[in-house]
């Protein structure tokens, strides 16, 4: 079974790693889950961003939160779980590679001081993530691939202590169940999303899922729910009155946090700098240096 290639090159997988007196396929993966405990270990909190559709702003919240952890002085990790649209190694503004060291592969330094680990640090930005099974059939060992990889991407590289690791996972219900598969019951996940009538849908859906694998603190975090405009001062909803109220009430979760609409968010991440640490004082980074206390204190 071969793993994700770029540009011809694979990428190790669990069985080119595990303890080579492993015989069989399911010795090789309980040698990795070993490993990968002993490196959850060493985390003291392991918070996952989450959402139930793309663009809504997950990425730039799990960016954001690993900033502001970071530069309140915490000792912060950030893993991007979204293998195939990775974007979080150049939102912290991590760069070069990943190297190996004397006790794993070594992060890269991204502001702050946050530890990045991303595959857009493993592969170009312009060559794509193909997952290849046995006769070519990827389509159908993608997930046990992927699942393969992101359990790597833990349990190979050297973290050290970590007050918190954030994971940035791909949209998908089914993301949030497969990451309880593998680490266990997350200590806080944050289900992102806007808050219009589409979302909601689907918030109830992972909401219910985490309750059944009995996560404790969940926070919502509606994104872009209004917009002040920068001549007259002026904050209007984007989707509708207490909206985000209306989807916590629907999905039974709690308000964690209501991002307001900034260009800049989009921008500053975009040129690897956080909107918490290149603009403080708007009121977007304001909200989401509060999201990153909240969490620190759950």
């Not at 680990?117 to 070519?136: F, H, I, N, T, Y």
């Not at 050297?158 to 690791?165: E, T």
């Amino acid at each position: 079974m071969n793993g994700p290639r770029e540009g011809g090159r694979p990428i190790r997988t669990y069985h080119e790693v595990a303890d080579p007196r492993a015989e069989s396929v399911a010795e090789q993966v309980a040698d990795q889950g070993r490993r990968l405990r002993a490196r959850l270990a060493s985390i003291d909190r392991v918070v996952a961003v989450g959402s139930g559709k793309g663009g809504v702003g997950k990425s730039a919240t799990s960016a954001n939160v690993a900033a502001a952890l970071a530069a309140s002085g915490r000792s912060v990790g950030a893993l991007d779980a979204d293998l195939d649209g990775p974007s979080l190694a150049r939102m912290l503004g991590a760069r070069g590679g990943l190297a190996r060291g004397v006790d794993g592969i070594e992060p890269a330094a991204g502001v702050a001081g946050v530890k990045v680990v991303s595959m857009d640090l493993l592969a170009r930005e312009d060559s794509p993530v193909r997952w290849r099974g046995p006769q070519g059939h990827g389509s159908l060992w993608q997930s046990v691939i992927e699942t393969g990889a992101l359990r790597e991407l833990i349990s190979d590289v050297a973290w050290g202590h970590l007050d918190v690791l954030v994971l940035d996972l791909p949209p998908g219900t089914e993301k949030l169940a497969r990451l309880i598969d593998l680490v266990g019951r997350p200590d806080v996940v944050l289900l992102v999303t806007t808050p219009s009538e589409a979302a909601r849908g689907v918030v109830a859906r992972s909401a219910s899922l985490l309750g059944e694998a009995g996560v404790e603190r969940v926070g919502l975090v509606a994104n872009m729910g209004s917009w002040t405009c920068p001549h007259c001062g002026v904050t209007e909803p984007l989707f509708g009155a207490d909206g985000a109220r209306q989807l916590a009430r629907d999905a039974d979760l709690e308000v964690w946090a209501e991002i307001p609409f900034d260009a800049r968010v989009s921008a500053d991440t975009d040129d690897g700098l956080p909107i918490v640490l290149g603009a403080p004082d708007r009121p977007a980074a304001r909200a989401f240096a509060a999201l990153a206390e909240r969490v620190a204190r759950s």
